[in-house]
């Protein structure tokens, strides 16, 4: 069964650390997203990709970088973990581009920096 | 920006009731989605409807585009109902990002 699946699911880190999330899918999607999600709020898109070794920015990329070292693997990295970064990260991928393209989202990643 | 408002912020339910959602955007959406997020945080995508109505099981969903709103109404709620519904548009400015709104949290009594 196709699948998003997200690694670690919870994880707590230093300020000034440096966090790897990871994100595969087995769905042979294209495109992938980083959410994140602060309680009681909506998602919010942090990066993008549609294409392997190729990575966009979406309304909030400062203080996150985004690799996708092949089509199955999306990571998001913050190179220097802030409090402000405390929150729910979601991946996500689609065959295609756009609200008209069915998005799979994994269970997400609770971070916690403290 | 869009902005994208969700009310109630919250709603009880006796179970057997029905719910009606709703969510207003602030500019002209090209694709609206409803999104179901579990008490555990998963979240699935319940329906595409950008305009019109459309039903889904025990959903149905009336987006009027000129009006910038949509409704989902949920029929004889169930206690698996339970959990936060999320609406997300796209905006026509030909960003094809979605925007979400805050949610709505739902819950249903047995």
């Known amino acids: 069964e196709a699948a998003v699946t997200q690694s670690p699911r919870s994880k707590v880190a230093v300020t000034g650390g440096k966090v790897t999330l990871s994100c595969h899918q087995t769905n042979n999607h294209d495109y992938m997203y980083w959410y994140r999600q602060d309680t009681g709020h909506g998602l919010r898109l942090i990066h993008y990709s549609y294409v392997a070794d190729s990575t966009e920015k979406g309304d909030i990329p400062d203080g996150y970088k985004a690799s996708r070292p092949s089509q199955e693997n999306f990571s998001l990295i913050l190179e220097l973990a802030s409090l402000s970064q405390t929150a729910v990260y979601f991946c996500?991928?689609?065959?295609?581009?756009?609200?008209?393209?069915?998005?799979?989202f994994g269970p997400g990643t609770r971070l916690t920096v403290l | 920006g869009q902005q994208v408002q969700q009310s109630p912020s919250s709603l009880v339910l006796q179970e057997g009731e029905n719910a009606e959602l709703q969510c207003n955007f602030s500019s002209t959406a090209t694709q609206l989605q409803w999104f179901y997020q579990s008490p555990g945080g998963s979240l699935v995508s319940l329906l595409s409807n950008p305009s019109g109505t459309k039903h889904t099981g025990r959903l149905t969903s009336t987006t009027v585009t000129k009006e910038r709103r949509s409704s989902l109404h949920i029929s004889s709620s169930q206690t698996t109902d339970s959990g936060t519904y999320l609406c997300?548009?796209?905006?026509?400015?030909?960003?094809?990002?979605?925007?979400f709104g805050s949610g709505t949290q739902l819950t249903v009594m047995p």
């Open positions: 997300a548009i796209e905006e026509s400015s030909g960003s094809w990002q979605l925007i």
């Open positions: 996500a991928s689609s065959e295609r581009q756009g609200a008209l393209a069915e998005q799979f």
